[in-house]
């Protein structure tokens, strides 16, 4: 380090001042970089920056300054101000955590730098981090988001270098090492919390488009989870494996059926990690003869949903008594198929007869109303027996969950006038409710209990948090973008930020703070990074960063030009670029339970 005089003209004269510059290599030369601008600075200013830097970095340059003693002023406490609040916390996390996968380095590898201003891993990163900590899109993370935050502390990369252009092409750049990315995250979390992916969980939502992506041919209108039929969407199929922690995914036409996705991800899945000894468990959605039969043609093992109607197979499994509780409230029972090969597995839910029953009374009621009225009206004017049929139809049809109850006939007598009739199944509700609360499953793993097929396939419950983790937290809907290849870069980055959200919440598990994560965040999100300024009795304000967070929390305490980090016990001055991270390597959780 050392000091460097600044020349400014204003008011047509020459000032001088002064700022602290540190040397530091890089792949493509040596650099200077402004730690601190320091105003005007007399001999005695200049020598007590001389013995702070001294003090507190090794790399300081001593040739360049003749020894001094000591020199202090005094601060006017009056006059001390805050200014510059910005986020740290979620972003510190979010940094350390990246560097915990392994992250930087290979994006160092994947995008190596070339011309660019900024490196296009360092804007990959920002990519990541600030849809981790404040979820947006990327313009409003150059206009607003990036500024608000310690990002530029963190990256060492200046606000005025971060923008909407910038970010989209860092998009473009990332997009191609899709798969890269996908098989060292794979890897690097199994290594972190010893997964072997026996088992696969596979499903598939879907995300609308503001606007109308003319350009993307994967826009199109389908079945929309998110209850937006009006909006173009793409499909999104993801795996993961148990306790929710991914292992890829691919995007589809938003017009795409669920059963037609199986074989190409499940292929997609095979070529990057092989077929090994794994279990795919899907829901019904994705049940077709044909996908089972893929299934079985390869040798693989599955644990799938199927339709509800199959359970009429299985009435007199039903009526029996040999039930096995899984815990309370959900008992199995397997039921060999005939040729041995596959197993069904019956299971009954309290919750979900409660459940279900409400539904059919609801919809019982609702129909029953609707077809006294119509009767009524039949009474009282002359109605044509054709619109009267329509009209049963359309209400039968708003209300299937309890329309096989009902027996309807509709006729007309010799005036032309219409007669509606109606009769209760005492079948239909005998069925119901014997199979109300029970659903099925098929697998060819006989050798597993009933209990442990059930505990396998309710996994699926992972991928379903997983889709509204990416659309609460992560805020991936609506896509804003048009353009294909944008869009599937928008959702790369926020499938990278789902991972950082998962490798926090397993590292909370082994911190002892619990299996949900947003708490520690939430909690940490509340550190700000600020710039203290603390004017001295000669008129030279001392501009210093530090920390704000609330007194439940661990705080940076503040001393003239830098600020010391009690996790680390190092002292930082006030535009480092953070080299390494107070939370890293296997003592992460230790650390989580301290912050907690």
């Known amino acids: ?270 070529r990057q990690y092989g077929k090994a000894n794994r279990i795919w468990v899907m829901d019904r959605g994705m049940v077709s003869a044909d996908n089972v039969e893929f299934l079985k043609q390869g040798g693989r093992r599955y644990i799938l949903g199927t339709a509800k109607g199959m359970l009429r197979k299985f009435e007199q499994q039903l009526l029996a008594s040999d039930w096995r509780q899984v815990h309370e409230g959900l008992e199995v029972k397997l039921c060999p198929a005939p040729d041995g090969a596959e197993v069904f597995i019956l299971c009954r839910s309290a919750q979900r007869r409660l459940k279900e029953q409400a539904m059919h009374e609801r919809f019982e009621q609702r129909i029953e109303q609707k077809l006294e009225a119509m009767v009524e009206s039949c009474r009282k004017r002359k109605q044509n027996p054709l619109v009267v049929a329509q009209r049963v139809g359309k209400l039968m049809g708003r209300n299937t969950r309890a329309a096989g109850l009902f027996q309807v006939e509709v006729d007309s007598d010799a005036q032309g006038r219409a007669h509606l009739h109606w009769t209760k199944r005492s079948e239909w509700r005998d069925w119901a409710r014997l199979s109300e609360g029970c659903y099925l499953l098929r697998s060819n793993v006989t050798d597993w209990t009933g209990e442990e097929l059930w505990c396998a396939y309710i996994q699926l419950t992972e991928a379903e948090a997983a889709f509204r983790l990416h659309k609460s937290d992560l805020v991936m809907r609506p896509i804003w973008h048009q353009k294909q290849h944008r869009v599937q870069a928008h959702i790369l980055v926020c499938f990278l930020a789902y991972v950082l959200w998962k490798t926090m919440g397993r590292l909370c598990h082994q911190a002892g703070l619990g299996d949900e994560p947003r708490k520690v965040f939430a909690e940490l999100q509340q550190i700000s990074l600020v710039d203290v300024v603390l004017p001295t009795r000669t008129g030279i304000a001392i501009r210093s960063a530090a920390s704000a967070a609330p007194l439940s929390t661990r705080r940076f305490s503040c001393s003239g030009s830098v600020w010391n980090c009690p996790l680390t016990s190092k002292s930082r001055t006030c535009s480092e670029d953070f080299p390494t991270s107070p939370l890293q390597g296997k003592n992460l959780p230790a650390q989580l339970r301290k912050l907690g």
């Not at 003749?66 to 001390?80: C, P, R, S, T």
């Not at 995008?111 to 920002?126: K, T």
């Open 1 to 270: 380090m050392y000091l460097r005089r600044c020349y400014r003209r204003k008011d047509g004269k020459r000032h001088a001042y002064w700022a602290l510059v540190e040397s530091y290599r890089t792949a493509r030369g040596p650099r200077q970089r402004v730690v601190a601008y320091l105003g005007e600075l007399d001999e005695r200013g200049r020598l007590a920056v001389r013995q702070c830097a001294q003090g507190r970095n090794p790399a300081w340059q001593p040739e360049l300054f003749q020894d001094a003693a000591a020199e202090y002023v005094e601060v006017d406490l009056k006059g001390v101000r805050v200014e510059r609040s910005r986020q740290f916390g979620g972003c510190w996390l979010g940094l350390t955590l990246l560097r915990e996968l392994g992250l930087p380095e290979l994006l160092e590898g994947l995008l190596p730098s070339g011309r660019e201003e900024v490196p296009w891993a360092v804007m990959a990163l920002v990519l990541v981090l600030g849809r981790l900590s404040d979820a947006s899109s990327e313009l409003h993370l150059a206009e607003h988001g990036y500024e608000a935050s310690a990002l530029a502390e963190l990256l060492g990369v200046p606000t005025a270098r971060v923008n909407d252009d910038r970010l989209y092409r860092a998009l473009d750049q990332l997009l191609p090492h899709k798969q890269a990315l996908e098989k060292h995250l794979k890897q690097r979390l199994g290594e972190l919390f010893q997964l072997d992916y026996d088992l696969l969980l596979y499903d598939v939502t879907s995300t609308y488009f503001e606007g109308q992506a003319a350009s993307n041919p994967q826009a199109q209108r389908g079945y929309s989870r998110d209850h937006r039929p009006d909006c173009k969407q793409v499909n999104i199929a993801l795996v993961v494996s148990r306790g929710g922690l991914p292992l890829g995914y691919e995007v589809f036409a938003g017009n795409r059926s669920d059963v037609t996705t199986v074989e190409e991800i499940v292929e997609t899945m095979e």
